[in-house]
């Protein structure tokens, strides 16, 4: 039988329930350009970014979800003690329609998959690259769709006054979140 591949990640004529345990079953990508605006956030809140949301319907039960986030600005603004530290950053998940939660099932954002710290005078702002990934084992029945999002958070050692970033304003900058369903 012929494959005709579509758009929307179907492949006709391929019968995915014969993969085996490890294989990519799906991937999703989508990017955001900063030349649209910068997506920053300030107090003492987790921020879910809606522009990289990604919404995934299972293919098969018992997969898993590989998680990338790449082209992340680790923005640093410090002047003297006092500024911008840095973020951390998170992936969270709905799933068919529910709360987004913490991947990592903790519920809560006290545990990030990685961050960005600077103390002390810089003198100046500062962008760092981050790229971060995840293998999330959420709950799900056939049938329901998942929506992943990047998230992020102020640095704990900063104010609830400074603003912070997941991606700044540096020219030319591009977030890219690809999901992908593993075969479990």
Known sequence: MAMTFHPD???????????????VLQT??????????????????LTTVSQLALSITP?????K???????????????GSAGNHGCRYYFY????????VNVDGTGDYSNPICSTHINGDIGSWSDYPVNYS???????????????RPAFAKDISM??????????NTNGAVASFIVQEIAG
Do not use: E, K
Not at 10 to 23: E, Q, V
Not at 59 to 63: L, P, Q
């Open 9 to 23: 990640g179907r492949i006709d004529g391929f019968n995915r329930s014969s993969m085996p345990s490890g294989s």
């Open 28 to 45: 999703l990508v989508t990017t955001y350009d900063n030349a649209s605006g910068a997506i920053a956030a300030s107090g003492d809140t």
């Open 59 to 63: 293919t098969r039960a018992n997969s």
């Open 65 to 79: 979800f590989f998680l990338t986030c790449t082209g992340v600005n680790g923005h640093c603004n410090m002047g």
């Open 93 to 100: 998940q709905s799933v068919n329609g529910g709360s987004y």
């Open 134 to 148: 995840y293998l999330a084992s959420p709950s799900y029945t056939l049938g329901q769709t998942i929506v992943f």
């Open 159 to 168: 104010g609830n006054s400074f603003t912070y970033y997941f991606l700044h």
